[in-house]
């Protein structure tokens, strides 16, 4: 096997991994380094997270055992798979998506079975209910804003899934906010769905590693069976109660990436490329006339980072490139137009 892998090299414009292109708010930060320094560090962090699970729980306005927060989504993700994926069981995705659904489950000892999108990379729901009937999968992984391409599944494709499984279908949402709805919606305790969020884009805590998930209270006891006793530090724990009080300021900074999404989007389609439609903070493009790894090391050589996804399966000359700052879109589209040129 092969790791996970995204190339980190000093440049001046960074738009490669998704990340938030600003900090918190300085308010924020204020808050953090002082409620930091009264933490007893002889001490273990509360080992249920409480205080954690009740912020995450009052902004969904679910009850606080619905809530299962991990270092980062990644980690949700594995402790999902470690419970109910694992040798002699299946795990379905739709590719292209994001790579660690796979790479987690194969790692658990699960047989992966890669459902194909459409060429527009949707999914047809035909083909993924005659997927489902033959494979009967235990996990089945929808992503949606999906990575990378940035597709939005319809609530149709959601219905449809749990309506022809009996396994879990888990909703990836780690750019949820970009999105025009969320699978949020269909949360209950009687419907094997959870919905996997993270704090690492639109609340600008990418280094802090926390993410969570959503879904039935007899799911989320499962999980803590299989988690390690211990795992959240109590600094991130703070992190995490502080920023779910940023709320508005989140709110902003979505409204703005999302302005600059289409401004980039729009800048795009003036040059010779295609792009496909995005319902996140980053959008997919290939290039017309020059290969994808041409551009993207032309971009490099001046100094721009992006995201080179063309050389993974189903993904030829494509490239995808994350909603930065006014300035950094400027300068990415500028640069773009010199290497094309």
């Known amino acids: 096997m092969e790791g996970y892998h995204s190339p980190q090299v000093d440049v001046d414009i960074r738009l490669n991994t ?36 009740k912020s995450i729980a009052a902004l969904h306005g679910v009850s606080p055992d619905m809530v299962f927060p991990a270092n980062g989504s990644n980690e949700v993700l594995q402790t999902l798979l470690l419970t109910f ?11 292209p998506t994001y790579q660690l659904h796979g790479h987690i489950a194969r790692i658990s000892g699960a047989e992966v079975v890669e459902g194909e999108r459409r060429p527009d990379f949707s999914i047809d729901e035909g083909v993924m209910q005659s997927l489902l ?29 749990l309506g022809s499984t009996g396994g879990i279908v888990a909703v990836d949402e780690a750019y949820g906010q970009f999105a025009p709805w969320s699978a949020l919606d269909f949360i209950d305790e009687d419907t094997p769905l959870v919905v996997v969020r993270t704090f690492s884009k639109t609340w600008s805590m990418a280094a802090a590693r926390l993410g969570y998930l ?9 999980l803590e069976k299989v988690v390690l006793p211990y795992h959240l530090d109590t600094a991130k724990q703070i992190a995490g109660v502080l920023a779910v009080r940023y709320r508005a300021e989140m709110d ?6 999302l302005s600059e999404r ?15 439609d995005s319902g996140a903070n980053f959008i997919l493009f290939r290039p017309r006339t020059k290969s994808g790894r041409e551009v993207w090391q032309g971009l490099l050589d001046k100094r721009v980072l992006i995201r080179d996804c063309s050389s993974w399966p189903r993904l030829d000359n494509c490239l995808r490139v994350t909603i930065g700052t006014r300035q950094e879109n400027d300068i990415f589209l500028e640069r773009l137009t010199e290497v094309l040129s």
């Open 214 to 222: 959503v879904g039935p209270r007899w799911l989320v006891a499962e």
């Open 18 to 53: 998704n990340e938030a292109p600003v900090g918190p708010p300085e308010a924020f930060v204020a808050d953090y380094l002082e409620a930091v320094s009264k933490i007893s560090w002889n001490r273990y962090p509360d080992r249920s997270a409480r205080d954690l699970r």
């Open 262 to 276: 289409t401004r980039l989007a729009d800048g795009l389609r003036r040059l010779d490329v295609d792009v496909f």
């Open 85 to 95: 994926a694992g040798p002699g069981r299946k795990v379905l995705t739709f590719e």
């Open 133 to 161: 009937k033959a494979h009967s999968p235990h996990v089945t992984f929808l992503c949606s804003p999906n990575n990378p391409t940035g597709t939005v599944d319809s609530r149709s494709i959601v219905h449809a899934a």
């Open 252 to 257: 902003a900074r979505v409204a703005e990436l």
